[in-house]
Structure formats: C-alpha cells, structure tokens
C-alpha cells in the first residue's frame, strides 16, 4: 500500500478498516492550531484507511466542535489508466496524464502530469478514445 501517516479524525470515524477520502481541505483549517498534526498532513483526492486508533487526548475540531482522535492511516493506491509501455508492476514511471476526461483517470488536483508513480498492480484492459490502456493501481512516490 501506500503512504502511511498520523493524523486526527473524528471520535465517530476512529475506527480499524475505516476508509475516507479527502475530497478537499476547508479552508477554516489553515488557520487552526491543529492543522499540521489533521488535515495538513492529508492530500485531497486521496483516500485513506485507518490502521491504528491511538488514544486521544481530548482535541477538539475547530469547524465541528466535536473531539478528534489520532489514528494511523494509509494512502490507498490510486486507479487510473495508463498506455502499456508504463504498465508494468513494481516499475515507477512518471505520470503524463495520456488519458484524461475517462471514469478511471484522477483530476490534476489528485495527481498531476510529472509525478511519478509506483505502479503496484495491472488489473485488466479498457478502451478510451478508440485506444487502449491498462487499467492499473500506483502508488505517487
């Protein structure tokens, strides 16, 4: 899998397995004293499953007001499409965005052209745009 970091969630959502994605970041976290330790260390369009709840220590949200609790989650691999030259597992190549606008590519907000990528696992084949691809989970490095 991918990345893993601590970061806060709600009391409610603290929980082995849970998953979650960042869709974006409020704009009301900048400015919160817990933002480097919750959502700065998150990357919108991204998600996440918790792998350990640890104790909390009674921080509160500033938007909900409710307690957050720090727990370890990993970045789940990203799905898109890729052509078969860079669709190989285990190979990190950098991402160019060849197919765009298709149910299985990221927006630029999720992963942008120039990254790079560990490509973790080929799941098949599709067609988009009268060429072919290869629908593959990665990781960005």
């Given at each position: 899998m991918g990345r893993t970091v601590v970061t806060l969630v709600s009391k409610e959502q603290a929980e082995v397995g849970h998953r979650f994605r960042v869709v974006r970041i409020p704009d009301?976290?900048?400015?919160?004293r817990l933002?480097?330790?919750c959502m700065g260390r998150l990357r919108p369009g991204r998600s996440y499953v918790i792998t350990e709840v640890r104790p909390?220590?009674?921080q509160r949200c500033k938007i909900t007001g409710?307690?957050?609790t720090p727990v370890?989650?990993?970045e789940v691999p990203l799905r898109l499409l890729l052509p078969r030259k860079k669709a190989l597992e285990g190979v990190i190549v950098t991402y160019e965005g060849e197919?765009?606008?298709c149910r299985d590519c990221p927006?630029?907000?999720t992963l942008s052209p120039g990254e790079k990528i560990l490509v973790e696992k080929v799941l098949g084949t599709t067609m988009c745009n009268g060429r072919e691809f290869f629908v593959v989970e990665v990781s960005p490095v």
């Open positions: 009301e976290c900048s400015s919160c933002y480097q330790v909390s220590l009674g409710g307690e957050m370890v989650v990993e197919c765009r606008g927006d630029e907000s």
